[in-house]
C-alpha cells in the first residue's frame, strides 16, 4: 500500500538519492548535505509548531510503499513565501507604443521584475522516482497536499501557487536563460539554479536588469519558451487545472516556466472533501478516493476504493488502512475522490 507522511531525520539518505534523480531545474531539492538536512529539521519543526497564521513554515512529505519502507517520492507545501529572503518572478504584460499623427498603434509584451508573489503559500518538491510512477502514486502525492490545507487551514495563506519546471534540455541548459546569460550574468542555468536552491539569491538582485525587458529583443529560442513547461511536468500542470489553477502571466525568472495559482477555498479536492467518522470493517466495490486522518504531527494518507455516498457521514475503512492511518473506529478522516 502507499502511505504518505511527514519526512522524518531516517529519511535522509534517500531524499538525498531523489534529489540526485530529480536532475537540473529542481530547485527545491538541490544536491546539497546541509540544505537536504536543514529541511528535514524544518519540515519536523513546522509540523511541530503552534500557530495561528502562516509563516515562515515548510511541510514537507514523502511517499513510502508501506510494504517495503522504500520512500518513493517527495512533496511539499511552504505557508508563506518571500517573507525570509526575497521572492522573484517576471510579470509577462504589454505596453503600447501608438501614435494617432502616424497612423501607429503596436501592442509590446515585456517581462518585469516582480516580487508579487509574498506571502501566499506554495506547493513544490513534487518529484516520484521514474520506476514508481504508477498505481496513483503521482496523483496521490500531489493532490494529498490538498487536503492537508483543507485540515488545516489557518496554517495556509487565502492563495496558493505552483511553479512548474521550465523548459531545458538534458544537460540542464535553458533557452531563457541562455539569452540572460549572454546579456547581463556570467553565470550558466544549472549554477544559477543551484545557488537559488541552497538560499544564496543576492546575485539575482545584484544582476538581474531592472528595467521591463522587451520580449521582441530575446532570442527567437527564448522567446518560444516563455510560459511553457519541460515535457516531465506536463501531467503535473494538467492535474493543477484539473484542480482549478491557472496562469496569470508570471514565470520563472531562470528558465520562463509558467506559475499557477488558485485561492485554496477554490480547489477542487478542497471543496469537495469532506470528515467523516471511521467505523473498520470489510470494502467491497467503489471508486478511488483519497483518505488522511486529522492528526499534525502523526499525519497519514493513503487511498483506496469506497462506495460512498454524499449523504455519507461514515466511512468503512479496511483493518489494514486503519492501521496505516493510524486510526480506530469512531476516529474522524478527511477524504476527496482521487
Not at 494538467?238 to 488558485?262: C, H, K, R, W
Amino acid at each position: 500500500m502507499l502511505l504518505i507522511r511527514p519526512i522524518r531525520a531516517e529519511d535522509y539518505p534517500e531524499l538525498y538519492e531523489i534529489a540526485v534523480e530529480s536532475g537540473h531545474g529542481f530547485t527545491s531539492l538541490p544536491v546539497n548535505e546541509e540544505l537536504l538536512q536543514r529541511k528535514i529539521n524544518r519540515s519536523e519543526a513546522s509540523f511541530a509548531k503552534t500557530i495561528q497564521c502562516p509563516g515562515d513554515e515548510g511541510y514537507l512529505f514523502v511517499l513510502q510503499d508501506s510494504d517495503t519502507g522504500r520512500v518513493l517520492g517527495t512533496s511539499a507545501i511552504e505557508a508563506a513565501v518571500g517573507l525570509e529572503d526575497a521572492f522573484y518572478h517576471y510579470h509577462l504584460g504589454k505596453v503600447v507604443h501608438s501614435s494617432r499623427a502616424l497612423g501607429v498603434y503596436k501592442a509590446v509584451d515585456i517581462l518585469t521584475l516582480c516580487n508579487d508573489y509574498t506571502g501566499v503559500s506554495e506547493l513544490c518538491t513534487l518529484f516520484v522516482r521514474e520506476d514508481s510512477r504508477k498505481n496513483n502514486a503521482g496523483k496521490l502525492l500531489s493532490k494529498i497536499r490538498f487536503l492537508f490545507m483543507a485540515e488545516f487551514r489557518q496554517r495556509f495563506a487565502e492563495r496558493v501557487i505552483a511553479e512548474m519546471r521550465g523548459v531545458s534540455d538534458e544537460a540542464g541548459n535553458s533557452p531563457f536563460w541562455q539569452w540572460l546569460q549572454d546579456s547581463f550574468f556570467s553565470v550558466d542555468f544549472p549554477t544559477a539554479d543551484y545557488l537559488t536552491g541552497i538560499g544564496q539569491k543576492v546575485f539575482i538582485a545584484e544582476l538581474m536588469p531592472k528595467y521591463p525587458i522587451y520580449v521582441s529583443l530575446l532570442s527567437k529560442e527564448a522567446q518560444a519558451v516563455i510560459g511553457k513547461v519541460h515535457d516531465k511536468t506536463r501531467p503535473a500542470l494538467a492535474m493543477l487545472q484539473s484542480e482549478g489553477f491557472s496562469n496569470t502571466g508570471y514565470v520563472d525568472i531562470f528558465d520562463a516556466g509558467p506559475t499557477v495559482e488558485a485561492k485554496v477555498e477554490h480547489i477542487r479536492s478542497v471543496r469537495n472533501s469532506r470528515r467523516l467518522q471511521v467505523r473498520i470493517g470489510e470494502v467491497q466495490g467503489g471508486q478511488p478516493w483519497m483518505i488522511c486522518n486529522t492528526s499534525l504531527q502523526n499525519f497519514r494518507a493513503s487511498w483506496l476504493y469506497l462506495p460512498l455516498r454524499e449523504d455519507d457521514t461514515v466511512v468503512t475503512v479496511p483493518a489494514a488502512t486503519a492501521q496505516l492511518l493510524q486510526v480506530q473506529n469512531g476516529d474522524w478522516v478527511r477524504v476527496a475522490r482521487i
